[in-house]
């Protein structure tokens, strides 16, 4: 359950019961409403300085993935340069889903993520995470597309034939994973994924490409972008993997920090995403297009996955 507030009451002198002090109701959007939005950028602003943070370790956490311990790793040597940076020991803190990341930050756990595509407005406005950069290549593209897959042994060529399937989503707050598959085979395809297909939830990429790979699943809807990086560790054949339907591109994982970090703090670690050396590190051979943190801003470049959630229905309560 999200913590929504914690109000405390005071005791006076006198016999009468001391007023309440209440703030006047700040602007805050779509934010909850732990949160303001006076500048009007979708974020979080910072809280009054009694409240700001300077955690002594910072903590790191990178989208839920099948492997942790292959994302540590290729994070270690960014990790090291943010400790130098920063000035602070830092730690990665592997993640099982999307909502235990989430819940991390809000509860001050986190200080330091990247969050998919799909839960980054859901951690913008119930986390009061504050997207800042995301990885590109070195001439500035960036992007990621969603792809319905099947294996080639499967008798599936083309959509349409998806009805009756079953078919793999990984959870509810996944662009790719769920969120964009679905108003798309909706509205191109006449396909309503809450009837007319098995749905089962496989929690990660990486798991929906397996099963389709080893034929748990009749198809799955995946970022491209982590079966890449699978066929790349020879994790997966990509002779037997069969795309139904390749979309537009979305952007990538978002990288930010915690609303309620000291101002100073958030500027170091923002600097220390710009001034990343990637040639030659493992970070670098993990994800081997990309060769820059790119500075962002949330409110356009999140636009279109935010309609898409507005599409499907989807709400920001936090719960």
């Known amino acids: 359950m999200w913590i929504l507030a914690v109000l405390g009451l005071g005791c006076g002198s006198s016999d009468q019961p001391t007023p ?3 703030k006047a109701p700040c602007p805050r959007g779509t934010l909850d409403k732990g949160y303001c939005d006076v500048d009007g950028d979708l974020l979080a602003d910072p809280p009054a300085a009694a409240d700001q943070k300077d955690p002594k370790t910072l903590i790191f956490s990178y989208t839920p993935v099948e492997d942790p311990a ?13 400790a ?27 200080h330091v993520a990247g969050v998919n595509t799909g839960g980054t407005a859901l951690a913008v406005n119930c986390a009061g995470f504050v997207p800042f950069t995301m990885m590109a290549s070195a001439d500035g593209t960036y992007g990621y597309e969603m792809e319905l897959i099947t294996h080639v042994d499967s008798g599936i060529t083309q959509v349409e034939q998806l009805k009756g399937k079953t078919l793999a989503f990984t959870s509810r707050t996944s662009n790719s994973g769920f969120k964009a598959p679905s108003a798309i085979l909706k509205s191109e395809f006449g396909i309503d994924v809450t009837n007319d297909v098995k749905i089962e939830f496989s929690g990660k990429h990486d798991n929906s490409v397996l099963g389709v790979f080893q034929q748990d699943y009749d198809a799955a809807a995946i970022a491209n972008s982590v079966m890449k990086r699978m066929v790349d560790r020879e994790l997966v054949d990509a002779t037997k993997i069969r795309s139904l339907y390749r979309s537009a591109s979305f952007p990538t994982t978002a990288y930010g920090v915690a609303h309620d970090l000291k101002p100073e703090l958030a500027t170091k670690i923002k600097e220390a995403f710009a001034s990343f050396a990637w040639e030659g590190t493992a970070l670098k051979a993990e994800f081997a297009k990309e060769a820059q943190f790119l ?6 470049v999140w636009e279109t996955v935010r309609k898409i959630d507005a599409a499907n229905g989807v709400s920001y309560d936090c719960r």
């Open 20 to 22: 309440v002090e209440t």
């Open 70 to 82: 292959v994302y540590q790793s290729a994070w270690q040597p960014f990790l090291d340069h943010l």
């Open 84 to 110: 130098s940076v920063t000035g602070k020991p830092v730690r990665f803190f592997p993640v099982q889903s999307n909502a235990a990341q989430l819940e991390a930050m809000r509860a001050g756990r986190l």
């Open 295 to 300: 500075p962002i801003q949330y409110a356009t």
